[in-house]
Structures are given as structure tokens and as C-alpha cells.
């Protein structure tokens, strides 16, 4: 119903963390295991792969092999480091291990998914919905980005209903940001200019803010207009 509407057409958000759910992770570094931790509150099935890591499981998460996870899991997240054994980890012959469809979380870098493949499970259904905390266009910053032509993969991505994007600020809250502001960094609005230009860009489907550090431009952020 109405009730489940969390951003532009999203339904099915409340269903992701239901009974009989298992979460899969990726990477059980630092950041794998801070993500087993926050789903102690959810009445779900936890399991990790790592490659370079055994012996953790406990009772936040069950350590498992990578073909255990790719059979099981309903929604995949990810939490690995950027280098060239997991360039493009998820691509389309992973996809084709995954024994369901499952939601999707990048929750490391850019360029651990396979953008291309990432549109083609979506397109397929394979992948029910992605929450994309990094993007595999992202460099330093997104400052030049918008300056040329949008990637078709990546107005797809803006345009779907069920991809949320937050460009690497996913862990943002009203805490970090004073945090930040006391370091020096402030907020300010993006120019009413610039702001009509990429929403016309991007069919109005985003809300845009600019980050900056000592007057330089550091990141767009990017989030999902709620209706």
C-alpha cells in the first residue's frame, strides 16, 4: 500500500528485512562485520564470505563459503577493498551463480560492480532492487561529472524506481555532519542555476546539494526526491 512508499514508485522496502530473510556479506573486514551488528535487530539469517579471512563466525554472522552465499542469500552486500582481484566482483557471470533474485547493496567502492551488469540483472529482474552508496564513475569527486553526457547506464540507475543512490555518503548522519563542521567542512546550498540545470538533466528525479572544503567543491551528494 501507501504505507511502503519510500521514495519515488519504491514499494517493497518494509519486505527486504522480513522473516526468513538472509542477508549475505561480502568482505567481514571492519566494515562487514559493523553491518552484521546493526541487523542484530532484524529476525534474519546472517552470512559472510571472505577470502582472506576465516574463523570469525560468532552469533552475529555465519562464516560460509562463496557458493554457500551465492545460494542462499536474498539480499548481497558488499564491503571490500578497491584492487584487482574485486574489480567488477559482481558482473554478469557472478550473476549467473546467484541462485535467486536479491537485492543489491554496494556498500564499498565504485568499481566492485559492474555497472553494465548491475542495469542488466536489474532490467532482468535477477536484481530486485540496489541501494548504491558508491558508483563506478566516481573519481575524486563528481565535480567534472555532470559536464558531459550522462552514461546510459547511469540514467538508467537515476531513473529507476528501485535504486537508491548516495554517492559514498551513505553513513552521514546529524552527528558526523557537526562533526565535520567543526573540522572546518561546511554545507551549502547548491546554486538555484546549476540546481535547474541537472534537474532538467536528470528528469527532476534528483535533489542536489554541493560539499565544499576550504571554498573547493569535495562531492556532490545525490539523494532520491520523495514525492
Known sequence: GESNKTSKGFYGTIDVLSLSKTIGIIGYGNNGAAFAKKLRGFDVKVLAYDKYKTGFGDYLVQECTLEALQEQADVLSFHVPQNKETKHYLNSAFLSQMAKPFYLLNLSRGKVVATAALVEGLKSGQIKGAGLDVLEYEQKNFESFFDQ?????????????????????????????????????????????????????????LSVKEVKVENEINNIIIFPKVN
Open 149 to 205: 553526457e550522462m552514461p546510459a547506464d547511469f540514467q538508467y540507475l537515476v531513473a529507476a524506481d528501485n535504486v537508491c543512490l548516495t554517492p559514498h555518503v551513505g553513513g552521514w548522519t546529524t552527528e558526523s555532519l557537526g562533526t565535520i563542521e567543526s573540522q572546518g567542512t561546511f554545507i551549502t546550498a547548491i546554486p538555484s542555476l546549476f540546481q535547474a540545470q541537472l534537474n532538467e538533466r536528470l528528469s527532476n528525479s
